[in-house]
């Protein structure tokens, strides 16, 4: 069975600091990642992913991940956080083997919180 | 939250009755979810249909049912059968390459009176 660990419920960051969200996951075969953002009652949207190549991945709103096998890790990261990036982050894996497309697997999320 | 569309966006229902959240996809996907989100729990998965006519329980099916007759809609029926059904419901749907990605509509929210 797969699963995502998010470690912190809430990271706090001043803005204008760099952020750092934590994500590590288990999966038996090779792992497709993934990054969703959520603002109060909407539904998530898309960062970004991890399928191959690259280790550092860069996606929507100036976010970028580091893939880290030997530590199967998949923190988000930014260089310079925004108070508009205050939302709930969602991390998630999907197992690369098997056939169809069945569901990701999520985090518990984590609360962002950027202070002015 | 393009070409996913849910309905309606707040549901009130009383105890003992069965409820229906619509989701309708334009956007071809071959896939359809539906997750339940609760506060420190992240998202679980209800059901999930790959093609049209079939679909699979995930990990949360009790108390719920679903239909897939058209590849655009995944409909899905809350029944009393469910014991804690207030909650945040997300539909997502997504193309068959398991590396695409899942996208996500506005969610519903159901709460039980």
């Known amino acids: 069975a797969q699963s995502v660990a998010q470690p912190e419920d809430q990271v706090n960051v001043a803005e204008g600091n760099p952020l750092t969200v934590k994500c590590t996951y288990s999966v038996s075969g090779n792992p497709y990642l993934f990054w969703y953002v959520q603002y109060p009652n909407r539904g998530l949207q898309f960062l970004l992913k991890?399928?191959?190549?690259?280790?550092l991945v860069k996606g929507s709103y100036g976010f970028e991940a580091e893939f880290n096998k030997s530590q199967t890790s998949f923190h988000l990261k930014k260089p310079s956080a925004l108070v508009s990036d205050s939302a709930l982050y969602f991390c998630?894996?999907?197992?690369?083997?098997?056939?169809?497309?069945?569901?990701?697997?999520f985090g518990k999320g984590t609360h962002l919180i950027i202070q002015p | 939250d393009g070409g996913i569309t849910q309905s309606p966006k707040y549901l009130f229902r009383k105890e003992g009755q069965n409820v229906t959240l619509s989701c309708e996809q334009n956007l071809n996907h071959d896939a359809m979810y539906w997750y339940r989100q609760d506060p420190g729990q992240g998202l679980r998965l209800i059901y999930y249909?790959?093609?049209?006519?079939?679909?699979q329980k995930g990990d949360i099916a009790e108390g719920y049912s679903v239909s897939r007759e058209k590849k655009e809609s995944f409909p899905l029926t809350v029944t009393s059968a469910q014991k804690n059904p207030t909650a945040f419901y997300l539909c997502?749907?997504?193309?068959?390459?398991?590396?695409?990605?899942?996208?996500f509509g506005p969610g519903t929210r159901l709460t039980v009176l």
């Open positions: 991890y399928i191959t190549g690259d280790n």
């Open positions: 997502a749907s997504s193309m068959w390459d398991r590396g695409y990605g899942v996208f």
């Open positions: 998630a894996v999907r197992d690369y083997s098997g056939g169809g497309a069945d569901g990701l697997t």
């Open positions: 249909s790959q093609i049209v006519n079939d679909f």
